[in-house]
């Protein structure tokens, strides 16, 4: 039974440029929730989704920052006109309906800004 | 909101000694979820125990245990026979249970923990 599964794993793009990120949860699992790391920091929640529906996007920057999770493929987080300040480790994680708490994170993805 | 404090930015320890990790917070909430996780240097965030709140028992797993302190909003780490296999960061953290939210987890800075052999 495969985890939660994500790439690219490392990303390398230049300022102005798009990043996209994606993640497929672990079979059965209908949430997934997006986290960001900045360096020396826990991670921070973004975004939760079910298929086709945002649920919580409290945590996504207004500008700039998109994610979905559409009927069929991965979930997308999409970062347009990427600036330094957005290199960070950004991690998914999937959970079942009705979770008893816990998340199971993918081993993130690592976007460098130069 | 919650605030998840861990005191100890770093620590180490000897091989097969026990070391604790402090873990603080802050919440208005009676049902929530308290987690450590550990992010080795692979980065993959693994889950290492979960206490529920309203259980008054600690939870352990295998070397891991946690004393669980629900008046004082305190929720250590205790790992023993420490194995080099350890070293890693470790997060903290809180999720509410119930009632909205109750799926975000909001993360302590992190402790590192160092093994020497």
């Known amino acids: 039974n495969a985890g939660v599964m994500q790439n690219p794993r490392h990303l390398v793009r230049r300022r102005g440029q798009e990043a996209r990120l994606r993640c497929s949860p672990m079979?059965?699992?209908?949430?997934v929730y997006w986290y960001r790391q900045l360096p020396e920091e826990g991670l921070k929640f973004m975004v939760y989704?079910?298929?086709?529906?945002?649920?919580?996007e409290s945590g996504m920057p207004k500008e700039r920052f998109s994610a979905e999770f559409p009927k069929e493929g991965p979930s997308i987080l999409r970062i347009q006109q990427v600036v330094r300040g957005d290199s960070a480790a950004y991690f998914c994680?999937?959970?079942?309906?009705?979770?008893?708490?816990?998340?199971?994170f993918g081993e993130g993805s690592r976007l460098t800004v130069l | 909101a919650q605030t998840v404090t861990q005191s100890q930015p770093e620590m180490s320890v000897q091989e097969a000694e026990t070391v604790t990790l402090s873990c603080t917070y802050d919440?208005?909430?009676?049902?929530?979820?308290l987690f450590w996780y550990k992010q080795p240097p692979s980065r993959q965030m693994i889950l290492v125990i979960r206490?529920?709140?309203?259980?008054?028992q600690n939870a352990t797993e295998n070397r891991f245990s946690v004393n669980f302190q629900k008046a004082a909003k305190s929720f250590s780490l205790k790992i023993s026979d420490s194995q080099l296999g350890d070293t890693a960061m470790y997060f903290c953290?809180?999720?509410?249970?119930?009632?909205?939210?109750?799926?975000?987890?909001?993360f302590g800075k992190g402790t590192l923990l160092t093994v020497n052999p």
């Open positions: 994680a999937s959970s079942p309906q009705g979770h008893t708490g816990e998340l199971f």
């Open positions: 079979k059965g699992h209908s949430h």
């Open positions: 989704l079910q298929k086709e529906n945002i649920i919580d």
């Open positions: 919440t208005s909430e009676n049902n929530y979820y």
């Open positions: 206490q529920e709140a309203y259980k008054q």
């Open positions: 953290a809180f999720m509410k249970s119930s009632g909205g939210s109750n799926y975000k987890l909001t």
